[in-house]
């Protein structure tokens, strides 16, 4: 199975900040790697696909880039609707697999 | 509009089986296949498996090998989601997800609401 570790586990941050959120896989995927996030007691919901294309009606304001095994998404301008729990997933094979997740939180 | 609503929240005695399902509406039921994830409380998402409504294919992780069964109706537009031989560790809440490709990169673009299972005694 492909493994995702995501770095940070957790963070602190501030309305307005630019925030970066890293997933690294076990194994090059090439672009099959996807971002959702998920705030308390709701479904995921998709934002980046594909590593970098954004998913129809997500502000722009979420960027990701990344290829092989190293995965980045940024937030340009943090608003406070972005304050949730961030996952990456690869889709490259099955099991399909997530990072364990990264908590944003307010400062 | 797409969306995909599920059933309600189950509970069930250790060793039983449960039965979610996933009404599908606003596009093509068979043009698209689905993922079913859960989630334990305060923990991450958990893939469980997968299904093409269209051929029947299905895929399940090693770790639901035996105990999971996906299928679909598609004369109603429903998949469902069948866990058997239950115990406590299954506690979790279920989503089914629908699987999107784009580029040949599958991404799961819409969710249900998910569905809380409680297993206990």
């Known amino acids: 199975d492909i493994q995702m570790t995501q770095s940070p586990s957790s963070l602190s941050a501030s309305v307005g900040d630019r925030v970066t959120i890293t997933c690294r896989a076990s194994?090059?995927?090439?672009?099959?790697l996807n971002w959702y996030h998920q705030k308390s007691g709701k479904a995921p919901k998709l934002l980046i696909y594909?590593?970098?294309s954004l998913q129809s009606g997500v502000p722009s304001r979420f960027s990701g880039s990344g290829s092989g095994t190293d995965f980045t998404l940024t937030i340009s301008s943090l608003q406070p609707e972005d304050f949730a729990i961030y996952y990456c997933?690869?889709?490259?094979?099955?099991?399909?697999?997530f990072g364990q997740g990264t908590k944003l939180e307010i400062k | 509009q797409v969306q995909l609503v599920q059933s309600g929240a189950e509970v069930k005695k250790p060793g039983a089986s449960v039965k979610v399902s996933c009404k599908a509406s606003?596009?093509?039921?068979?043009?698209?296949?689905f993922n079913w994830v859960r989630q334990a409380t305060g923990q991450g998402l958990e893939w469980m498996g997968w299904?093409?409504?269209?051929?029947?294919?299905?895929g399940y992780a090693q770790q639901f090998q035996g105990r999971v069964t996906i299928t679909t109706n598609t004369s109603i537009s429903t998949a469902y989601m069948e866990l058997s031989s239950l115990r406590s560790e299954d506690t979790a809440v279920y989503y089914c997800?629908?699987?999107?490709?784009?580029?040949?990169?599958?991404?799961?673009?819409?969710w249900g609401q998910g569905t809380t299972v409680t297993v206990s005694s």
């Open positions: 997800a629908r699987d999107s490709m784009v580029r040949g990169v599958t991404h799961m673009d819409v």
């Open positions: 606003g596009y093509i039921f068979t043009s698209y296949d």
């Open positions: 299904m093409n409504p269209n051929s029947g294919n299905t």
């Open positions: 194994q090059s995927i090439s672009r099959y």
């Open positions: 594909a590593a970098s």
């Open positions: 997933q690869q889709s490259y094979s099955t099991p399909y697999t």
